[in-house]
């Protein structure tokens, strides 16, 4: 596996492979690697001939007070895995590789980047939106994978994309699962094992909410509530939003038509999980397609 | 001369011309074409192989009490100006083909959009900025070509241009004059008769600085006070700004040393002009190459 480190290394890198014929796919990461990551590297090495993950824990997307000093860091663990999982290359540059002196140009998708998870955490889809961007128009790959997990930054890098008419196609993969539930994120690492065991309601809660959605039930408040309900049940009361919206622009919907997707952020301990779950029929498009 | 007015137009022209072996060169402007704009032309064209001008007049570089409606629009008299220079294509979209539906996306280069015409004019260089990126990413040209009269603009697109890595190359261009010194501009015609003589004394102004600089005074208060001098005696006296600025940051500089830019905005009459001049030593080389 290459490892690449600054603009010039990973620009050269995908010159080369295009040049050989290679179509290229790219997989953002910041690290702290598990089944997630590994399922957006094989969806890549599934569609593309030669795959580049980055890690880059991007300081720009982190409020003063959230966690991005104590980000796990674990560098060589995740080298690891992508050797044995046979990534191509790597992409890992410092800070200033990427933001170099005199750097000052942002990115900004707006009103998406300042609802749902914008509003609690200001600023965040702004760094999310620049780093990207960069990292795109660095790689130009073919395809750029990105976990529906985070569903809100899915969204808003695909709007970024088309609106900024980047190379890329922006791909979604669907979210890997422990076997309670709880979507994979680097962060579960955080929880106490009783908190753990608490944030296993979080999909259910959204399981129940599809479940309802699926017997019939199209009206968006009360999906939430159903939702809303298993949590509080679980003791989980810091709900910093749970919210149906339209899967395709996150507009709020009253109803569920077509295209809806329940989406929540909550507080378990410490610690501020996200989930979401489509709200579509069996025979619909899923966003990846 | 190929006529294109939506985005996928312009990308497959210039896919087409980049496989058949042709470098690209991309002219934006906002049309009512004048020497200046013919000068960015012909430069093109002793540089690269297929040359694209646009001409798009982007709403959103415009502030709500700026001149956006007035601005003018003289599409068929460009188009003949293009066409007898030997123009490859045009690039003439309409604002939804720039703007689709549920377009969010901004550029931002903060601090240096909102210092000097940023002050006077909120929110315009994220318009520029913003419409410049897509631009660029749409024709993907080897070389783009800007004029150097709108010399903050330059800089703005240079940073942007390196920060998110975009592929062409930013080439300014040196600014074409009338006889008497003032730079072309495309609002250069809503000055009254009067008004039009008295604006030659923003040239002057800038070259007496320049003269006093090649003499020996490196101090900006000393410069700007020369200027500022020759612009009131000729009674234009809303000066909107007039600074020395090092010509590669244009951060506030109190000596020139090596690369410094005397920058101007001022009304004559109702009309806003800009211009500014390098104060570099003549074996110095300036910022297109």
Same mark, same amino acid.
């Given at each position: 596996m290459e490892i690449l480190t600054n603009r010039d290394e990973i620009r050269a890198w995908a010159v080369e492979n295009r040049k050989a014929g290679h179509s290229i796919g790219f997989v953002p990461t910041m690290g702290a690697l598990h089944a997630g990551h590994l399922e957006l590297l094989r969806t890549s090495q599934t569609q593309t001939d030669r795959t580049v993950v980055s890690i880059f824990v991007n300081p /720009?997307?982190?409020?003063?007070?959230?966690?991005f000093n104590r980000y796990p860091r674990v560098i060589e663990q995740d080298k690891h895995m992508l050797r044995q999982a046979g990534c191509h290359a790597l992409f890992y540059p410092g800070v200033a590789a990427i933001y170099p002196q005199h750097f000052q140009t942002s990115v900004t998708v707006e009103p998406l980047g300042s609802d749902l998870c914008g509003r609690e955490r200001p600023g965040h889809f702004q760094g999310v939106a620049t780093v990207v961007t960069i990292l795109l128009n660095l790689v130009r790959a073919d395809q750029a994978f990105f976990g529906l997990k985070d569903y809100q930054q899915f969204v808003i890098i695909q709007r970024l994309a088309q609106d900024l008419n980047l190379e890329s196609k922006i791909v979604g993969v669907p979210t890997i699962r422990e076997p309670d539930g709880l979507a994979m994120s /680097? #962060?579960?690492?955080? !929880? /106490?094992q009783e908190d753990r065991q608490r944030a296993a309601a979080i999909h259910a809660a959204l399981a129940a909410a599809k479940s309802a959605f699926t017997a019939g039930e199209k009206r968006s408040g009360r999906l939430e509530a159903i939702a809303r309900r298993i949590l509080t049940e679980a003791s989980?009361? #810091?709900?910093q939003y749970i919210s149906v919206r339209s899967? @395709? @622009? !996150?507009l709020p919907i009253n109803t569920v038509h077509t295209d809806g997707v329940i989406l929540t952020a909550v507080k378990v301990g410490e610690t501020r999980l996200i989930d979401n779950m489509l709200l579509n029929l069996p025979d619909q498009a899923s966003p990846s397609s």
């Amino acid at each position: 596996m290459e490892i690449l480190t600054n603009r010039d290394e990973i620009r050269a890198w995908a010159v080369e492979n295009r040049k050989a014929g290679h179509s290229i796919g790219f997989v953002p990461t910041m690290g702290a690697l598990h089944a997630g990551h590994l399922e957006l590297l094989r969806t890549s090495q599934t569609q593309t001939d030669r795959t580049v993950v980055s890690i880059f824990v991007n300081p /720009s997307q982190f409020g003063p007070a959230e966690d991005f000093n104590r980000y796990p860091r674990v560098i060589e663990q995740d080298k690891h895995m992508l050797r044995q999982a046979g990534c191509h290359a790597l992409f890992y540059p410092g800070v200033a590789a990427i933001y170099p002196q005199h750097f000052q140009t942002s990115v900004t998708v707006e009103p998406l980047g300042s609802d749902l998870c914008g509003r609690e955490r200001p600023g965040h889809f702004q760094g999310v939106a620049t780093v990207v961007t960069i990292l795109l128009n660095l790689v130009r790959a073919d395809q750029a994978f990105f976990g529906l997990k985070d569903y809100q930054q899915f969204v808003i890098i695909q709007r970024l994309a088309q609106d900024l008419n980047l190379e890329s196609k922006i791909v979604g993969v669907p979210t890997i699962r422990e076997p309670d539930g709880l979507a994979m994120s /680097s #962060r579960n690492r955080y !929880l /106490s094992q009783e908190d753990r065991q608490r944030a296993a309601a979080i999909h259910a809660a959204l399981a129940a909410a599809k479940s309802a959605f699926t017997a019939g039930e199209k009206r968006s408040g009360r999906l939430e509530a159903i939702a809303r309900r298993i949590l509080t049940e679980a003791s989980i009361h #810091r709900i910093q939003y749970i919210s149906v919206r339209s899967a @395709t @622009t !996150l507009l709020p919907i009253n109803t569920v038509h077509t295209d809806g997707v329940i989406l929540t952020a909550v507080k378990v301990g410490e610690t501020r999980l996200i989930d979401n779950m489509l709200l579509n029929l069996p025979d619909q498009a899923s966003p990846s397609s």
